[in-house]
């Protein structure tokens, strides 16, 4: 844990301007085998501090590589010639931000930052598992890896906190052969929020869920095209998750919002099937900690749930400080910055989508003809709420049975358009938060849904 710099510096700021100092430590380890190879093993270490400055409509920042209060202090004091010197140049004549709450958290728990032999031993030993029991595949992947973000935050106004974020994930690629020479491929990730030692105690706890990976390969490896078009199609949490992220979530941050995103006019309007509701969820979601839980953001609001749709109309925008005053909404914590040098942009935490009545087997037998799809390993969106995500397994339905796995397919459509045809909503929530989301700079989110069932265009051979 970074020694405390910075909470004796609040005599610095300077009187009648908000402004926050940041501390801060993030962390990345991984280890790569391919083919039982070891291809990568990196650790990286990045630390330092950061200061930003409002004056009437104008933020000023710096920032330094250095953990020390000698470096906070002189980056506050930079913040604040920068303010002051855009403030006379732009002259945006905007006052000071709207009041917020303010106090302190609990300082969170320290986590172990394990040796690089931990992450070696385990993606070995989940190696020769695989290697072992599947000497046919034409190529497998094992990749261990964790990352963690330690900051400490100051403000003027707002809360000040100390907190941690880490998380930890293994990755399995198997690859495969079809008879006609034609590649064939399924990943997992599993894991989640907690040190690597703590999320992963026993690489043998891994082995069922590879023995399912594996038979998903084999079905893929005998499998279809599917047909190109409009199609019944049962999306599973995953992807429900990654479309309420990618083509629904970023419409609706408030500075997208205010670029032209399509989601600005449609405020009070139904934008969805009544059946659907999502939220950016701040640390606690469905009575459990979400995957990537956020206290408080790096302007020091004090992090809530931000409502986007109720049943299905779209009721609230993600907002920062600045634009909540904009827009007369008020900010609830999706300003964040991901590491020490850059400022906090409005970002997403762990959106979903809310889980419905349905049981997932219910919906697959009231399904005449269609697909399932299950996994994806990429999709693009715009703010014109425009997807296309890739599908790397799923399954045809036919007379409400799952058929023959399918191959790597394509699904796109408008996301308000698409989710206004959903009929059924499982009752089941899947959450995934192994990755980044890329808005500017990295950040880590969660996403997640129930499986739905809509139309949707669905590519072909």
């Known amino acids: 844990?970074?020694?405390?710099?910075?909470?004796?510096?609040?005599?610095?700021?300077?009187?009648?301007?908000?402004?926050?100092?940041?501390?801060?430590?993030?962390?990345?380890?991984?280890?790569?085998?391919?083919?039982?190879?070891?291809v990568g093993n990196t650790r990286q270490d990045s630390q330092?501090?950061?200061?930003r400055v409002y004056s009437n409509g104008v933020y000023g920042f710096a920032s330094a590589a250095d953990l020390s209060q000698d470096a906070a202090r002189k980056a506050l004091d930079t913040a604040s010639q920068n303010a002051l010197f855009l403030d006379d140049k732009v002259r945006p004549g905007k006052g000071a931000l709207p009041q917020i709450a303010h106090g302190s958290l609990p300082r969170q728990?320290?986590?172990n930052d394990v040796e690089q032999k931990r992450y070696l031993d385990f993606t070995q030993a989940l190696d020769s598992y695989i290697s072992g029991k599947y000497p046919g595949l034409a190529s497998r992947t094992v990749v261990a890896t964790a990352d963690s973000m330690e900051k400490q935050l100051l403000t003027s106004d707002g809360y000040a906190a100390h907190t941690l974020a880490p998380r930890s994930y293994v990755y399995v690629i198997l690859n495969a052969v079809t008879d006609k020479g034609m590649p064939v491929e399924v990943f997992r990730s599993f894991g989640g929020r907690g040190s690597f030692d703590t999320v992963f105690t026993d690489p043998a706890a891994l082995y069922g869920e590879v023995d399912r990976l594996y038979e998903h390969l084999m079905n893929k490896r005998e499998g279809t095209f599917a047909k190109a078009g409009v199609a019944?199609?049962?999306?599973?949490g995953e992807l429900s998750g990654i479309l309420a992220h990618e083509a629904?979530?970023?419409?609706?941050?408030?500075?997208?919002?205010?670029?032209?995103?399509?989601?600005?006019?449609?405020?009070?309007?139904?934008?969805?099937?009544?059946?659907?509701?999502?939220?950016?969820f701040a640390h606690t979601a469905f009575d459990q900690t979400a995957p990537l839980p956020v206290?408080?953001?790096?302007?020091?609001?004090?992090?809530?749930?931000?409502?986007?749709?109720?049943?299905?109309?779209?009721?609230?925008?993600?907002?920062n400080r600045e634009l909540g005053r904009h827009y007369n909404m008020r900010p609830q914590g999706n300003a964040r910055a991901f590491a020490f040098n850059d400022e906090p942009l409005i970002r997403m935490r762990n959106t979903a989508i809310h889980p419905g009545?349905?049981?997932?087997?219910?919906?697959?037998?009231?399904?005449?003809?269609?697909?399932?799809?299950?996994?994806?390993?990429?999709?693009?969106?715009?703010?014109t709420g425009e997807f296309m995500f890739g599908v790397t397994l799923g399954y045809e339905i036919k007379n409400g049975k799952l058929g023959q796995a399918i191959f790597d397919t394509t699904i796109s459509g408008v996301a308000f358009d698409m989710l206004k045809t959903v009929d059924m909503v499982s009752d089941q929530v899947t959450w995934a938060s192994s990755g980044f989301c890329g808005k500017k700079q990295p950040m880590p989110v969660g996403v997640g849904g129930p499986e739905l069932r809509c139309q949707v265009m669905i590519g072909g051979r």
């Open 1 to 38: 844990m970074i020694p405390d710099i910075i909470s004796s510096l609040h005599g610095s700021f300077k009187p009648g301007a908000h402004s926050e100092l940041r501390a801060q430590r993030s962390l990345a380890r991984r280890v790569v085998l391919l083919g039982g190879n070891l």
């Open 48 to 51: 330092g501090v950061s200061a």
């Open 109 to 111: 728990a320290d986590f």
């Open 232 to 236: 019944t199609c049962i999306l599973s």
């Open 248 to 280: 629904v979530g970023h419409t609706v941050e408030a500075d997208l919002v205010l670029g032209g995103s399509v989601a600005g006019p449609m405020l009070g309007q139904m934008v969805a099937s009544p059946l659907v509701s999502m939220t950016d």
């Open 295 to 319: 206290y408080v953001d790096d302007e020091g609001v004090l992090a809530e749930d931000a409502e986007l749709i109720r049943n299905g109309k779209l009721v609230g925008f993600m907002l």
């Open 357 to 383: 009545p349905n049981k997932l087997q219910d919906m697959i037998a009231g399904t005449e003809e269609g697909y399932y799809l299950m996994y994806t390993n990429n999709g693009q969106a715009d703010t």
